[in-house]
């Protein structure tokens, strides 16, 4: 892929850019380009809340705190397809609407879409046709919100948030199995701050393969750990020894081989019954001492409201929203013992082992 964008930093323009245009003299920058945030300040102690920590999971209940908020706004596309086919939307063909809506979002310039659905609407206003109009002021809410939450904000891949989650686990080289990987993000945020070791992403998707990961941008820079030199280093994914395994995480035939575990934004589409079986797949391929790290969604104002306004893109199967503690009693239920807990911009975050 050439991209032929003005450099980052210099501003000098239409250049084929570099594949790696960031290097450690870069440590400490954060700056936009048209579709993400680049963020290579290192980690700073607010950026993972410990608030309310619970010291003794042992004393927390589901009476105390309730249970998490169900997201039922359902996407457009979903009813369609369900009045279509008379008969509700299958788990599988809900996550391949999603990942390629979501996707979307990602491989859209903002502000040139914004702009393009403002002239939907002068358009739509000088024929006095409402519903086009209203169309088109929803569709340019949702590009003004998409580039506050993931450009602006970054909140979404939150690299700072999941450096200060990722941060302090006693692993060399490790060998990583992602479940439900979508695009592998926090993968490569893993291998860049533990280099050296091998990471397997698994999703059922096989567009996550060919695109959300197989079209990840090159150029998007990691902030890690350079071990000959104990100094941080910039990483890049062509740097790194990822395979992606395109499998039900139900039918995976690893032995206990691996040293971290993670989920990112999968337990909450488990319902309760089927719990056990999400958290024991993330115990069954850990080596002995091997850790999970999980995340899920916040339930917070913001959050509702971004489940809302993205209702058509993102809510085609089911979805709660958790605070950490509903995250970490449905953990300590099922048999980890938790390490640390809290909470990052949009997620939640555990770091445990099997009990
Ligand atoms: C909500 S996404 C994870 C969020 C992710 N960070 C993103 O950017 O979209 C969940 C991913 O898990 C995958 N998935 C869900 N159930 C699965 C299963 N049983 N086996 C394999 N992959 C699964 C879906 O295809 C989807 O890509």
């Known amino acids: 892929m050439t991209l032929t964008l003005d450099h980052p930093l210099t501003g000098q ?20 380009t048209p579709t993400y945030r680049v963020d290579l300040r290192p980690d700073a102690a607010d950026v993972f809340y410990d608030a309310n920590p619970i010291n003794d999971w042992r004393e927390l209940t589901w009476d105390k705190i309730g249970r998490p908020y169900r997201v039922e706004r359902w996407s457009e596309d979903k009813k369609q397809w369900e009045k279509e086919h008379d008969q509700a939307l299958p788990v599988k063909t809900a996550w391949e609407m999603f990942n390629r809506s979501f996707q979307s979002l990602f491989d859209t310039v903002p502000s040139a879409a914004k702009q393009e659905a403002l002239g939907k609407l002068g358009k739509a206003a000088g024929q006095l046709d409402m519903h086009e109009a209203w ?65 397997v992403l698994v999703d059922y998707d096989d567009y996550c393969r060919t695109d959300r990961f ?39 035939k690893y032995g206990k081989e691996f040293d971290l575990v993670v989920s990112i934004g999968l337990i909450e589409h488990f319902p309760d ?53 509903h995250l970490g009693l449905y953990a300590y239920e099922n048999g980890f013992e938790i390490m640390r807990h809290g909470r990052i911009k949009a997620h939640n975050g555990l770091i445990c082992r099997p009990r």
């Open 135 to 199: 169309e088109a002021v929803e569709e340019a809410i949702q590009w003004m919100f998409w580039n506050k939450i993931h450009r602006v904000e970054d909140a979404v891949w939150d690299p700072r948030g999941k450096r200060a989650l990722f941060g302090g686990l006693d692993v060399e080289k490790p060998n990583i199995l992602f479940l439900g990987a979508a695009d592998g993000y926090e993968a490569m945020q893993l291998m860049a701050m533990y280099p050296g070791g091998h990471a």
């Open 214 to 252: 197989g079209n990840f941008p090159e150029a998007y820079p990691f902030l890690g750990y350079n071990p000959s030199t104990g100094q941080p280093k910039v990483w890049y994914r062509d740097q790194m020894d990822i395979d992606f395994e395109v499998e039900d995480i139900r039918n995976l």
């Open 273 to 325: 019954q089927y719990k056990p079986e999400a958290f024991d797949m993330h115990r069954r391929f850990l080596k002995p001492g091997g850790t999970a790290i999980i995340t899920t969604p916040r339930v917070q104002l913001r959050t509702k409201l971004f489940y809302t306004v993205f209702a058509d893109i993102m809510n085609f199967a089911y979805r709660e929203l958790m605070d950490v503690t």
């Open 13 to 32: 323009a239409a250049q084929p850019a570099p594949a790696h245009p960031y290097t450690e003299a870069d440590i400490g920058r954060t700056e936009m």
